[in-house]
C-alpha cells in the first residue's frame, strides 16, 4: 500500500479499487450470476409485502466455482497481505437488492468489544476486513455502502436510536470496483432506484479467528483443489488458534 492509500484508509476506514475485476472476467462472471439472479427474482417473488426486498445467498463460493479465484484476486493480495496478520478467508455471499432494499446501520465497533480495528506495532490490524465488489454500476441512489467515515475508531457508542443520517457518505460504484472496508465502521445501504443492486462480498480476518458458520472445514474442498503454495490456499485454510502451520506466501 503506497503511504497515501494508508493515512486515507486509516482515518476513513474504507478506500475504493477501481477496477478491481477486468472488463472480460467481469463479463463472464456475470454471465454465471444471471443464473443466480433469476433464482433471486423467484425468492423476490415469494417474499410477503413489507419484508425487505433483498436476496442474499450466503457461503456462494462453495455454491459457484467461477466465483473462487475472486477470493484471491491479485489486485486485492498486497491489502490483504498488509491489514491483516495471517489472513484468511471468513465468508462470502452475493446479494441482490431491488428498490426498497435495505441493510441497516451496523458495525462491529461499540468501542468495547475485542473486534475492534486497531494498531500493532505501526501496522493497521483487522479482525474483520469486507470486499464489496459491484458486478454493475451502482449509481447514487443505487444502494451503494452508505459509511459513516472514522467511525471504526470512535471513543463513543451510537447513543440508540440516532441513525446518524447527517453523517452519512454515500459511496457509488462502477462495476468491477471493490469496495474495501473494515466492518467496525458503521454503515448501511439502500437501493432508491430501479436498478437491481448485485454484489459480491468476501469477508477476511486473522487466522486465529473462526469462521461465523459451516464450521473449520468450510473450505476444505477449495483447498484441496488450490495449487500448493498460491495464495488461494493459504486464504482457505483451517483457522488454527495460534498455531500457523502455512507460510504466508509473497505478495
Ligand atoms: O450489502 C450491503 O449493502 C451491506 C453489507 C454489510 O452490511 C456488511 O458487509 O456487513
Known sequence: MTPQELYRYDINGYMLLEGA???????????????????????????????????????????EPSLVELAANPRLLPYLAEMIENPRLKSTWIAFKWRGGTTKLHSNHTPSI?????????????????????????????????????????????????????????????????????????????????????????????????NSFGGDGLYDEIFAAATTDSWLKYLTRRPNGFKETYAQPVV
Not at 436510536?161 to 458503521?186: K, N, Q, Y
Open 21 to 63: 475485476i477486468a472488463p472480460g472476467e467481469l463479463a463472464r462472471l456475470n454471465e454465471r450470476l444471471d443464473a443466480w439472479e433469476e433464482r433471486a427474482a423467484e425468492d423476490f417473488r415469494a417474499k410477503s409485502a413489507g419484508e425487505n426486498p433483498e436476496v442474499r445467498y450466503d457461503d456462494i463460493i462453495n455454491a
Open 114 to 210: 475485542t473486534h475492534n480495528f486497531y494498531h500493532f506495532n505501526g501496522q493497521i490490524r483487522h479482525n474483520l476486513l469486507n470486499v464489496m465488489y459491484a458486478m454493475r454500476d451502482i449509481e447514487p441512489g443505487g444502494g451503494g455502502l452508505q459509511v459513516v467515515p472514522g467511525t471504526h475508531k470512535a471513543s463513543y457508542p451510537r447513543p440508540p436510536g440516532d441513525m446518524v443520517a447527517d453523517m452519512l457518505v454515500e459511496l457509488p460504484m462502477r462495476a468491477g470496483d471493490a469496495l474495501l472496508f473494515s466492518h467496525d465502521m458503521a454503515h448501511c445501504s439502500r437501493n432508491e432506484s430501479a436498478a437491481v443492486r448485485r454484489t459480491v462480498m468476501y469477508t477476511y480476518c486473522p487466522g486465529v479467528i473462526a
